[in-house]
């Protein structure tokens, strides 16, 4: 592991070297409330997203994973976090694979897509999620929709903004992270 740090400090160039050294900093995930200040830990909401995505996408382990790792990075960004999306993609990049790292990056972009293309959906936003639209970029201009639209993962990457959004939920009853080892490595081997 290169550069780990579990503190909230700018972290632009952490990569995670090993499996193992990516599920430390997971534990270590829940040990960290909520950046959104909800009563549950950086852990629970990401295992949260990979338990909605393991049942809407039982066939796509890289979605899955994506979701489980997609905000680890939020302890590294500052205010509004406006970097997370990418300092989590570079992270795993080299471990996880393009793909993953793709997902993880467009988590963001998916929200700024959504809020652009679905009358209803900011207003259905958690309170932290409409204050961090804006550090991010806000709603997609339309000549930013008919780009990422082009990308033949981009419908992954709205199913993973959505199942984030739907794994805010204090108590859900969900698979803990041994549950999610075994595709960690999965994902890393290919």
Not at 23 to 46: M, P
Not at 86 to 103: C, I, K, N, P, S
Not at 120 to 138: C, F, H, I, K, R
Not at 144 to 149: C, D, K, N
């Amino acid at each position: 592991m290169r550069n780990i740090y579990l503190v909230a400090m700018p972290a632009p160039t952490t990569t995670f070297d090993s499996v193992d050294d990516l599920v430390v900093h997971l534990r270590e995930l829940a040990t960290l409330g909520s950046d959104e200040g909800l009563a549950f830990s950086e852990l629970d909401h990401g295992l949260q997203t990979a338990a909605i995505l393991e049942s809407a996408h039982p066939d796509d382990i890289e979605l899955q994973v994506a979701g489980l790792v997609h905000d680890l990075a939020h302890p590294w960004d500052g205010p509004g976090q406006p970097e997370h999306h990418r300092m989590g993609a570079r992270a795993v990049h080299d471990l996880l694979g393009e793909r993953v790292a793709f997902l993880i990056e467009a988590h963001v972009d998916a929200k700024r897509y959504l809020v652009a293309t679905d009358v209803g959906y900011q207003a259905a936003l958690s309170p932290g999620s409409v204050l961090t639209l804006d550090a991010q970029g806000g709603p997609l201009s339309p000549e930013e929709i008919v780009a990422v639209e082009r990308h033949p993962d981009w419908n992954a990457a709205v199913a993973l903004r959505r199942a984030d959004d739907g794994s805010k939920v204090v108590g859900a009853v969900v698979p803990d992270l041994d549950h999610w080892i075994a595709s960690i490595h999965d994902v890393a081997r290919r």
